[in-house]
């Protein structure tokens, strides 16, 4: 069965530094996702992308965070200068006209 | 304003008694209603759909409109039950953002 690939499975990064989160979607799906769950709490939606743009994003998606889609394959989530709660699993998504929803396996951040 | 709600954080039961996860929603549309499930903080998997109505791994739920539910229902726990279990609303059909309740934890004790 196709998979959502997140890498890496875990990073550390300290205080104010950049971090990208690389999602692989499955290769024909046209809607992609990124969400976020801290520690004990619920999973939150960030983002949206179709067609190369933004369809959707939450409030918590700010100006310090950013999405691209460079190569076709590759879909990824930056954080210019991360905070201490920014530190959450952070989960991709994708998904067909149709289909269900396929989520990666998650990438866990931990911002010191 | 879009929500759903799972009252319960966790439901512990034994194994081979019947399972209702609640879930609760708030959306002024035609919603889009889906289970997922979590093993060990590992990947969320989608249990199931509402428009499929199908069952999987025995479990079902079924769209009440007029209680706003789609509880989750299995009649006999299994030990390997034992996960988290979100309850989720799409805003716009199938490929709008997701909306999450709080989870439920499903105990399954032997």
């Known amino acids: 069965e196709p998979e959502v690939t997140q890498t890496p499975s875990h990073q550390v990064t300290q205080m104010g530094q950049e971090v990208i989160l690389r999602c692989v979607p499955i290769s024909n799906h046209l809607y992609f996702y990124w969400y976020r769950q801290i520690l004990g709490q619920k999973v939150e939606f960030l983002v949206s992308?179709?067609?190369?743009?933004?369809?959707?994003k939450s409030e918590i998606f700010d100006d310090q965070f950013s999405v691209e889609r460079p190569d076709g394959s590759n879909f990824t989530l930056k954080i210019r200068s991360t905070k201490l709660e920014d530190s959450a699993m952070y989960f991709c998504?994708?998904?067909?006209?149709?289909?269900?929803?396929?989520f990666g396996s998650g990438t866990r951040l931990t911002v010191v | 304003a879009q929500r759903v709600t799972q009252p319960e954080k966790l439901l512990s039961v034994f194994k081979g008694a019947p399972v209702e996860l609640k879930c609760n929603y708030s959306y002024s549309g035609s919603p889009e209603l889906f289970w997922y499930v979590q093993y060990s903080r590992q990947r969320l998997q989608l249990l199931l759909r509402?428009?499929s109505r199908e069952s999987i791994k025995g479990f079902t739920a079924d769209l009440n409109k007029g209680e706003t539910s789609f509880h989750l229902k299995k009649p006999f726990a299994q030990e390997e039950d034992s996960a988290m279990y979100y309850c989720a609303l799409s805003s716009s059909g199938n490929t709008g953002k997701l909306i999450f309740g709080q989870g439920t934890t499903l105990q399954v004790k032997p």
């Open positions: 992308f179709y067609n190369n743009e933004i369809s959707e």
């Open positions: 509402h428009i």
């Open positions: 998504a994708s998904t067909v006209q149709g289909g269900g929803y396929t």
